[in-house]
């Protein structure tokens, strides 16, 4: 043993320790000095990592969330957007009646803005309280982005409108004409 702790000598010169022992304390020691790293983690070290992963786990959660938000904020923009560059202008005296939010709603059309609106050539869509014609093409980049805003489109396939009859009230109602000159 080169270089003894001054109270190791003492301790061993009394003969209270062994020179064995000593040696282990030295190894032990030095081990400790030398060591990498801490053996094995404790229960605190692990409590503290699993809060971190938790953390890390909400804060990538939270993060997707904004930015789906984002993102529905974004098309709902592009939709406006499209809203406002394609609307076809609205003029007439003929009352065009249509439901939106539970309620009959009413835009001035002319006879030809009146036949493609029943056609589904032209869409109607909601910007903010008020409502615009759209041609077909423009309604569809709409609905792509924000499928609410479209109110009114008499073109859309069969499939995708919620059936309100059923057929045996179809072949009831097909026996009565109905004027070709009707408007409501």
């Known amino acids: 043993m080169a270089k003894a702790n001054p109270l190791q000598e003492q301790l061993l010169k009394a003969g209270l320790v062994k020179k064995s022992k000593v040696a282990e304390v030295a190894r032990e020691q030095n081990k400790a000095r030398h060591a990498k790293g801490p053996s094995e ?12 992963l938790e953390k890390v786990e909400r804060d990538r959660a939270l993060a997707a969330e ?3 938000q984002a993102r529905i904020t974004e098309l709902r923009a592009q939709a406006r957007q499209i809203i406002e560059d ?3 202008p609205r003029f007439g005296e003929s009352e065009y ?9 009413t835009l001035l059309v002319d ?5 493609k609106l029943s056609s589904g050539t032209l869409v109607i869509a909601r910007l903010g309280d008020r409502y615009e014609l759209l ?3 423009a309604g569809d980049k709409v609905r792509e982005r924000d499928a609410s805003m479209i109110v009114l489109d008499h073109g859309q396939d069969a499939d995708t409108e919620p059936s309100v009859g059923t057929s ?5 109602y097909a026996q009565f004409q109905v004027p070709d000159d009707l408007v409501w």
């Open 135 to 137: 041609p077909r093409a």
């Open 111 to 115: 006879e030809d803005l009146r036949k």
């Open 168 to 172: 045996e009230d179809d072949a009831y």
């Open 97 to 105: 009646r249509f439901t939106a939010d539970g309620a009959i709603r």
């Open 41 to 52: 983690p404790n229960e605190i070290q692990r409590e503290a990592e699993r809060a971190r």
């Open 66 to 68: 904004r930015k789906a």
């Open 86 to 88: 394609k609307k076809v």
